[in-house]
C-alpha cells in the first residue's frame, strides 16, 4: 500500500474528527479503525476495495453507537442513588424514633447554651441510636460543636449522615443533605422536645425529616426553617438532585437541583416528595397539630419541564466523522493509480 498526499490527507481529517467528537477518547477509536484498515491492507492488495471498506464502515458504526449509548447506561445509576439515600433517611428516623421511645420525647432540634445560642445539633444527640456511642462519648457538650475537642470529629461521620450520593461534593465530606425543619408547629421545635401525643395530625401525616441541596455540617446546630420549607421551590428548601435530567452526547442542561426529595414521617416511613407541593399542602404536612390533613390541601403545582440545549458542536463534529467514515464508499484515497510504461 503506498502512501500518498490524498491518503494523508484523509486519514489527518479522521483523526482530527474522532478527536474533536469523542476528545481523548476518539483516540481509541482512530487507532481500531486505522489498524484493521492497515492489517487488512498489508493482508492482501487483491481484497482491499471491498474487505477495506466494509470493515472500516462496521468498526467505525460500532464505535459511534457504543460511544452515544454510553449515556444511556448511566441511567440505571439515579435509581440506586436514590434507594441509597432513602435507606439512608430510614435509618435516621428510625435513630429519632428509639430516642422518643426512651425520653417519651424526640430531641429538640437543638441544645441552646444559658444565652440561647444554639451550640449542639439533634445528630449528635442521637449518635447512640444509630451504633455510635463511641463517638458521642468523645463529643464534649461543655463546648459548642465547633469547639477545639468536636471540631476533630467532624472526619467521624456516620455514614447515615452522608451526602446523598446524587448530591456528592468532595470537598465538603463532613456535610450532610439530610435536615429538620424547625419551626413553632414542627416536631423538632427549637430547644424543646416534643412528644407522640402532641402529634394530633398523625404520625403518618407528619413530617420529620426532610432532604435538602443546601448541605450542612453534620454536627452544626442548622436546618431549615419553617418557612424555609414552605416556600418550596426557594433556596435552602427540601430539594433534592435525584432524577435530574443528565447531560448527554446531544443535550445540555443548566439545572442546579429540583423541589423534590425523599422525606421522612414521623412514623418511620419514608416518601418522595414529588412533584412540588403548595405552600398549604407544605403546612398540613410539618404542622403537627393544625388540624388539616395533607391531601385537602395537596394541590399540585405544575412541575417546570426543563428544556434542554442542543449540542451542536458535538452534532456537527458527528456528522462530518460519520461523512469520513463513509467517505471511502465513493472515493479511496488509497487506490494508486499506476500509468504503464510502455516498451520500445
Known amino acids: 500500500m503506498t502512501f500518498r498526499l490524498p491518503l494523508l490527507l484523509y486519514v489527518m481529517a479522521v483523526l482530527a474528527a474522532f478527536l474533536a467528537t469523542f476528545g481523548p477518547g476518539g483516540l481509541i477509536g482512530f ?5 484493521i484498515g492497515l492489517a487488512i491492507a498489508n493482508r492482501s492488495s487483491k481484497s482491499l476495495g471491498s474487505c477495506f471498506v466494509e470493515l472500516l464502515v462496521t468498526v467505525a458504526i460500532l464505535f459511534v453507537l457504543i460511544a452515544c449509548l454510553l449515556p444511556a447506561v ?3 445509576r439515579p435509581v440506586a442513588y436514590r434507594v441509597q439515600c432513602t435507606n439512608n433517611l430510614k435509618q435516621l428516623a428510625l435513630a429519632l424514633l428509639n430516642y422518643e421511645a426512651q425520653y417519651d420525647c424526640f430531641p429538640p432540634a437543638y441544645v441552646a447554651d ?4 444554639p451550640m449542639h445539633s439533634w445528630r449528635v444527640l442521637i449518635l447512640p441510636y444509630l451504633e455510635q456511642q463511641a463517638l458521642y462519648d468523645q463529643y ?3 463546648e459548642p460543636w465547633n469547639g477545639p475537642n468536636n471540631r476533630k470529629l467532624a472526619a467521624q461521620m456516620p455514614s447515615y449522615f452522608l451526602r446523598c450520593p446524587s448530591d456528592r461534593d468532595e470537598n465538603e465530606e463532613a456535610k450532610t ?3 429538620a425543619v ?3 408547629q414542627t416536631i423538632l421545635s427549637g430547644g424543646k422536645g416534643r412528644t407522640m401525643k402532641e402529634i394530633t395530625d398523625g404520625v403518618a401525616n407528619t413530617l420529620l425529616l426532610v432532604e435538602t441541596v443546601d448541605a450542612v455540617p453534620w454536627m452544626e446546630p442548622r436546618d431549615i426553617t419553617f418557612d424555609q420549607a414552605v416556600a418550596t421551590t426557594q433556596r435552602p428548601c427540601v430539594s433534592s438532585k435525584h432524577f435530574l435530567p443528565r447531560d448527554n452526547f446531544f443535550v445540555s442542561y443548566d439545572i442546579a437541583f429540583k423541589p423534590i426529595g425523599n422525606v421522612a414521617m414521623a412514623d418511620g416511613h419514608i416518601d418522595f416528595l414529588a412533584p412540588p407541593r403548595t405552600p398549604e399542602a407544605m403546612r398540613a404536612m410539618l404542622t403537627v397539630s393544625g388540624g388539616e390533613l395533607p391531601e385537602e390541601a395537596a394541590n399540585f403545582i405544575e412541575e417546570e419541564e426543563f428544556v434542554g440545549r442542543w449540542n451542536w458542536r458535538n452534532i456537527i463534529s458527528l456528522a462530518i466523522l460519520i461523512g469520513l467514515i463513509f467517505m471511502p464508499l465513493f472515493w479511496r ?3 494508486v493509480k499506476t500509468q504503464e510504461i510502455p516498451t520500445p
Do not use: K
Open 177 to 179: 443533605n439530610y435536615v
Open 31 to 35: 487507532v481500531i479503525w486505522g489498524g
Open 114 to 117: 444559658a444565652e440561647g445560642t
Open 74 to 76: 448511566r441511567t440505571a
Open 140 to 142: 464534649v457538650l461543655r
Open 182 to 184: 424547625v419551626g413553632p
Open 333 to 335: 484515497p488509497w487506490q
